[in-house]
Every structure is written in C-alpha cells, then in structure tokens.
C-alpha cells in the first residue's frame, strides 16, 4: 500500500482541525451567547421559559451543525488539493533528483495560487540549470580528456622511446619534448582561467600603466609572427593611463593575434585604442573573412569551434577566446564580436575606468 506523504498528512491533519476547532468555537459561541442572555440580563429567565428549545429546535440545531462541518470538509479538501498536489509534485521531483534523475520536472496541477505557481515555476527553473549545467560538465570532461591526449601520448611514446634505446638523448629531442611540456602547461592554464568563476581562482594585478606602451610590447612581441605571414599592420596609438592588470590585457591581446594570423585570410590588422562614456576599450580589427553568425552566439564558450575555424587550424583547443572573456570580465568589462557589413571581425576589449 503507497504511503501518504508526511508533508500532505500534515497539511491535512492542520486544516481538519481547524475547521472543527471553528465549528466548535461556533456552537460554543452560541450557547455562550444565549447563557450570558437567560442568566444575567434581566428579564432573559422569564424570555427562555416561555420559548424553551423544543425538539424541532433541537433537530435544526443538528442539521446545521452537520450542514456546517459537511461545507467546511468539502472546501478544506479542494483547498487542500490545490495546496497539496504541486507541493507533494515538488518533493517527488526532488527525491528523483537527488537519485540522480536531473530531467524531473514538478508539476502545479489544477492549483490556481500564484505563490504554489512560482514555487513550481522557479523548481523547474533550477531543475533545468542543474541539468545544463551537468551537460555542460560532461562535454568538458569529454574535451579536456580530448585535448590532454594528443600531447601526453606523444610525450609517452617520447619517452618510451628513450627508455627502450629507439631515440638517442639528444638535444633536439629533449627541446621538442620540452615543447609539449610547455604546450600542455598553457593549456592547463588557460583551463584554470576559464574554469574560475571570480578573480579569485587566478591573479590579478591591478596598476596603472600607459596603455600605449602595452600595445607596442604586445606589437613588438608578434611582429616576427606578422612579418612571417605578411601581415600589414596600422594602428592609432596614443598616451593613456589607466587601471588594469598589464600582463592579463597582453595575454588577451596575444589571443586575438594569434588568431588574426591563424584564421585571418586578408592578412590586414588594425588596432586602436580609447576611452569612451567611462569605458578603457581595446579594438582589433582584421579584414575578413569574419566568424559566420551561426558560431557566433558560442564564440566565446570553451572548446566550441566552427566547422570553418578547424578547417583553417586543425590544431587549435578552442579556448583562446572563452579565456580573453574569463581575463575581462575579472576586469569588470568585457569582450565583444561584431562582424561589419564588409566581413571585417572587430573584437573589442572594454573595462571600467
């Protein structure tokens, strides 16, 4: 036999006595009434002897009583019905949740109480984040696990070779090894950037720096890079102090030209800089062929890349952008994608003065 749940016996148990506590109130009232009346009002003796209560009297009384608690029952049932059917909803919802069951959802029934219909309105809400939220935690497991393997096999398959004399212990081989270790140190990085969910899960070091001299050192630093792929660069640069962490805009900066070179066909850049309506901005602009608008709504998501993006750059982890979003918005500001009329890519970065 199914038990009834504690919450809906109780619920139960309080409004049945409530309702006979008030049918009782209700006759003992009455008789309260009509004993203060007979006894001590004058007159009220004499009154009660000349119409004393007769049988009738006596089968009315009943009737009404019983009329009374049969109306009371009947509305504290549907009453408790529209109470309880979205409650007991929830709480079942919520144990299959808590078995692992992330796609329950509760439901309101026939209840027309706007507060029971935002309790089960905000409980789907939350259900539906906790799933997403556990899809989302899956695809990264599966990504990571998909990224972290190309570089550890090699490593191992370096190694091994090492050990079982098939590679000799030469320079060229312990650089090249010393490059995946560097590889997969920015990559554990860049994760730890993207997976803090506030400043505090990475340093930031806020100062005021001239912007304009980290422009030119971020210049300075990719100019062989844009040398090598003829890259034709302009920019409007100018003295401007600010707060921010320098080397955190540099690494962003480092992103957004890292993929200018990889994805940019027009092998044109254009960077810039101002203040504008209380907002630093950064603008890097590349003339084409620009991100299609189908990618663009997870352009800055870890690990989401485009059907074109791993045509033109196989190799690439897809995390470059998602942590140029994680680094400004620790700032306070952020980052923003706009593909112009002419299939120019602007990416703008933008923090608090």
Partial sequence: MKREPILSRQILTYMLSLTFLIVAVSVLGSFLFYTVIIYYIPGGAEASTENQMTLLDWVWVLISTTISVAISLFFTGKLSARILTPLNSVAASLKKISQGDLAARAHSGRSHLGELKKLVEDF????????????????????????LRTPVTILRGRLQGLVDGVFEPEPMLFSSLLKQTEGLTNLIDDLRVVSASSPVGFSLSRCEVNLKETLE????????????????????????????????????????????????????LHVSHGVTQGQNWIVVEDAGPGVPEATQKYLFQPFQRGPEAQLVNPGGYGLGLSVVKALMVAHGGDVLYQRTHDHHSVFTLKWPL
Avoid at 131 to 145: C, G, K, P
Avoid at 224 to 239: C, G, I, K, N
């Fill in 217 to 268: 050192s971020a210049l300075t630093t990719f100019a062989p890079e844009f040398a090598r792929h003829a890259f034709s660069l302009t920019v409007t640069l100018q003295d401007h102090v600010c707060q921010c962490d320098p080397l955190r805009i540099l690494q962003c900066l480092n992103v957004l030209f890292d993929n200018a070179v990889h994805y940019a066909t027009s092998r044109a």
């Fill in 124 to 147: 789907n809400e939350m259900a539906e984040r906790l799933q997403t939220l556990d899809m989302q935690r899956n695809s990264w497991n599966a990504a990571i696990a998909h990224e």
